[in-house]
C-alpha cells in the first residue's frame, strides 16, 4: 500500500484500493517488460484489446485456472454482444479466481453464469428506436435529445442497452447500423433548429472517445453555438477502460478543452459523462486522468450500473462513491440493470437498489450522491427508483408512471425471476397466469385496464 501511495498523483480517501500498483500490466506474462509509455498510448491500448478467445488465451492462458477459458467459449457462444476489452482493463483483473472478479463479470461471459432470460426482456427494452426520430437521434424527453453519433466503443459492457445497435455483429445478432458522418450532423442540426424547445445535447454512441478529435470539435461547437443549447454532454466510459486517451492523445483532449471553453464563453456548459461501475476499474491512469480533467476545468460526472455480484453491496457502492467524489468524478446516477438479454445474472431486484442506497446515503456530501434510477421497460424514461406506484416484490414486479413521457402509460422493472419462489417463477412461466397477474398488480397501482 505505501508503494501505491507513492505513485498516486492524488490523494484518497477511505480504503486503499486493491489494484493501485504503478505497472499492473506486469502481471501479464506477455506484457513482462512492456514499458509504460506503451502502455500509456491510447493507440495501442486499442490496437491490443482483445476481442478473441484465442486473444485472450495467449495473454492470460498461463494465469487463469484450469476450466476457464472453456468456460468463456461457452459464454461467447450464447453471448449478445462481441467481447472486446482493453489491455488496461485486461491487466487489472485478478486472474487467480476470474469467477469472481467485478472486472472479468462485467466484460467476458462464461458460460457457467448462464441464467434465463426474463420473459419481458427484449434487445431494446428502453424502446430508443420507437423514440428516434432520425437515425441516431432519440427524442423521448421534451427539452433534451440523445444523439449518437457512431456505433463503437474501446470495449464492449456485456449489460449494453444498446447492444440493438452497438458492436461487431455476434451469431446472436445482426446490428442495425448507426453510422452517419457530416450528413447526419447537419440533419441533427437542422432538427434543432426547427425545435428551439431542445436545450440538452447528450451526445453518446458507442463511445465519444473513438470519435476524432476533429469530430469532437465539430460536433461540440456547431452545437455549442446554436443559441438555444444550454447543456452538451460527451459520453465516454474512458475514464474506466481507456483513461490514456486523456494521457496520450493530445488533440482529443485539446478538442475537449476547447469545446468546454467556447461553451463557458457562450453560457453552455459542457461536460463528459463517464462510466465506472467498481473502484478496481480506477488505475494510476485514471487517477492521472481524472486530475488532468480538473486541472483543465473539465466537468466529469460519473453514471455507475448496479450489477449482482460487481456492485450491489452497500461496502462496495459507499467505496466506489467516496473514491469517485475524491477524483471529482461526480456520481450523477446508479442505475438498476436494464433487462437486457442473455445478462439476466449481472442484474439485481428493485429492492437491492433501494437497500443499497439506503445503506450509503449519508456517507458522502448529498451533492455527491448519486440518484439510483431505473431506466423503466416501455420507453418512459428514467425513473427514481423509490417513485414507484406500486411494487409487489412477490412477483418481482414494479409499476411507474412516467407524466412527462406519457401520463397515461404504466412503465416496468422486473426483478431477475432468480429472485422468486419456485411458486412465483412458476407464475411468470404460464403466459395465462402471467397476464392475469401483470393486470391484478396494475390494477393495485391505480393503473388497470384500459382499453
Ligand atoms: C438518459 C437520457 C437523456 C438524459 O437524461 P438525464 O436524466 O438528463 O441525464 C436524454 N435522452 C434520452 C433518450 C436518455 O435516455
Ligand atoms: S461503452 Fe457504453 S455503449 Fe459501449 S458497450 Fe459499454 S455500455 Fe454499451
Given at each position: 500500500m505505501l508503494e501505491h501511495a507513492a505513485v498516486s498523483p492524488w490523494p484518497l480517501s477511505g480504503q486503499p484500493l486493491h489494484q493501485r500498483d504503478a505497472a499492473p500490466w506486469r502481471r501479464i506474462p506477455a506484457?513482462?517488460?512492456?514499458?509504460?509509455?506503451?502502455?500509456?498510448?491510447?493507440?495501442?491500448?486499442?490496437?491490443?484489446?482483445?476481442?478473441?478467445l484465442d486473444g485472450l488465451a495467449a495473454l492470460v492462458g498461463a494465469l487463469a485456472p484450469d476450466g476457464f477459458l472453456e468456460d468463456v467459449r461457452a459464454g461467447l457462444a450464447a453471448a449478445p454482444m462481441a467481447?472486446?476489452?482493453?489491455?488496461?482493463?485486461?491487466?487489472?483483473?485478478v486472474w487467480s479466481n476470474p469467477w469472481r472478479d467485478p472486472i472479468r463479470r462485467q466484460f467476458?461471459?462464461?458460460?457457467?453464469?448462464?441464467?434465463?432470460?426474463?420473459?419481458?426482456?427484449?434487445?431494446?427494452?428502453?424502446?430508443?428506436?420507437?423514440?428516434?426520430?432520425?437515425p441516431g437521434l432519440v427524442h423521448r424527453y421534451p427539452d433534451k435529445v440523445l444523439y449518437l453519433t457512431l456505433d463503437v466503443c474501446p470495449?464492449?459492457?456485456?449489460?449494453?442497452?444498446?447492444?440493438?445497435?452497438?458492436?461487431?455483429?455476434?451469431?446472436?445478432?445482426?446490428k442495425a447500423s448507426l453510422a452517419g458522418g457530416r450528413g447526419r450532423l447537419d440533419q441533427v442540426l437542422a432538427y434543432l433548429r426547427a425545435h428551439p424547445q431542445v436545450v440538452d445535447v447528450v451526445v453518446s454512441g458507442g463511445d465519444t472517445s473513438m470519435l476524432p478529435a476533429s469530430g469532437i470539435r465539430e460536433i461540440g461547437e456547431a452545437l455549442v453555438r446554436l443559441p438555444q443549447i444550454r447543456r452538451v454532454r460527451f459520453a465516454s466510459k474512458l475514464m474506466s477502460v481507456l483513461p490514456?486517451?486523456?494521457?496520450?492523445?493530445?488533440?482529443?483532449?485539446?478538442?475537449?478543452?476547447?469545446?468546454?471553453?467556447?461553451?463557458?464563453?457562450?453560457?453552455?456548459?459542457?461536460?463528459?459523462?463517464?462510466?465506472?461501475?467498481?473502484?478496481?476499474?480506477?488505475?494510476?491512469?485514471?487517477?492521472?486522468?481524472?486530475?488532468?480533467?480538473?486541472?483543465?476545468?473539465?466537468?466529469?460526472?460519473?453514471?455507475?450500473?448496479?450489477?449482482?455480484?460487481v456492485n450491489d453491496t452497500p461496502e462496495v457502492m459507499s467505496h466506489l462513491l467516496?473514491?469517485?467524489?475524491?477524483?471529482?468524478?461526480?456520481?450523477?446516477?446508479?442505475?438498476?440493470?436494464?433487462?437486457?438479454?442473455?445478462?439476466?445474472?449481472?442484474?439485481?431486484?428493485?429492492?437491492?437498489?433501494?437497500?443499497?442506497?439506503?445503506?450509503?446515503r449519508g456517507s458522502i456530501a448529498g451533492f455527491d450522491m448519486p440518484v439510483?434510477?431505473?431506466?423503466?421497460?416501455?420507453?418512459?424514461?428514467?425513473?427514481?427508483?423509490?417513485?414507484?406506484?406500486?411494487?409487489?416484490?412477490?412477483?418481482?414486479?414494479?409499476?411507474?408512471?412516467?407524466?412527462?413521457?406519457?401520463?397515461?402509460?404504466p412503465f416496468f422493472y422486473f426483478d431477475p425471476l432468480s429472485s422468486l419462489s419456485p411458486e412465483a417463477r412458476s407464475i411468470w412461466s404460464d403466459p395465462e397466469r402471467r397476464g392475469a397477474m401483470l393486470q391484478r398488480i396494475l390494477e393495485r397501482a391505480g393503473m388497470g385496464v384500459r382499453q
Open positions: 506484457w513482462a517488460d512492456l514499458d509504460e509509455a506503451t502502455f500509456r498510448d491510447a493507440g495501442w491500448q486499442l490496437r491490443s484489446s482483445v476481442r478473441s467481447m472486446r476489452i482493453t489491455p488496461h482493463l485486461l491487466a487489472s483483473v467476458i461471459p462464461v458460460g457457467s453464469e448462464l441464467e434465463a432470460d426474463h420473459p419481458m426482456g427484449s434487445l431494446d427494452s428502453l424502446e430508443e428506436e420507437r423514440d428516434a426520430v432520425l470495449v464492449y459492457c456485456r449489460f449494453c442497452t444498446r447492444s440493438y445497435a452497438v458492436g461487431a455483429d455476434t451469431q446472436e445478432v445482426e490514456q486517451k486523456v494521457l496520450s492523445d493530445q488533440a482529443w483532449l485539446d478538442a475537449l478543452t476547447e469545446v468546454t471553453r467556447l461553451g463557458r464563453e457562450r453560457g453552455c456548459e459542457v461536460a463528459l459523462h463517464t462510466h465506472i461501475n467498481h473502484p478496481a476499474e480506477i488505475t494510476v491512469h485514471t487517477l492521472e486522468a481524472a486530475k488532468v480533467l480538473w486541472q483543465r476545468g473539465i466537468t466529469v460526472r460519473n453514471q455507475s450500473v448496479l450489477q449482482r455480484g467516496r473514491e469517485l467524489a475524491s477524483l471529482h468524478l461526480r456520481p450523477y446516477y446508479v442505475y438498476t440493470h436494464d433487462v437486457v438479454a442473455g445478462v439476466e445474472v449481472l442484474r439485481t431486484s428493485l429492492r437491492t437498489a433501494l437497500e443499497v442506497e439506503k445503506a450509503v439510483f434510477v431505473c431506466d423503466v421497460v416501455g420507453g418512459g424514461g428514467k425513473r427514481d427508483a423509490h417513485s414507484f406506484e406500486h411494487y409487489d416484490e412477490r412477483m418481482g414486479v414494479a409499476v411507474f408512471r412516467s407524466p412527462v413521457v406519457d401520463p397515461e402509460r
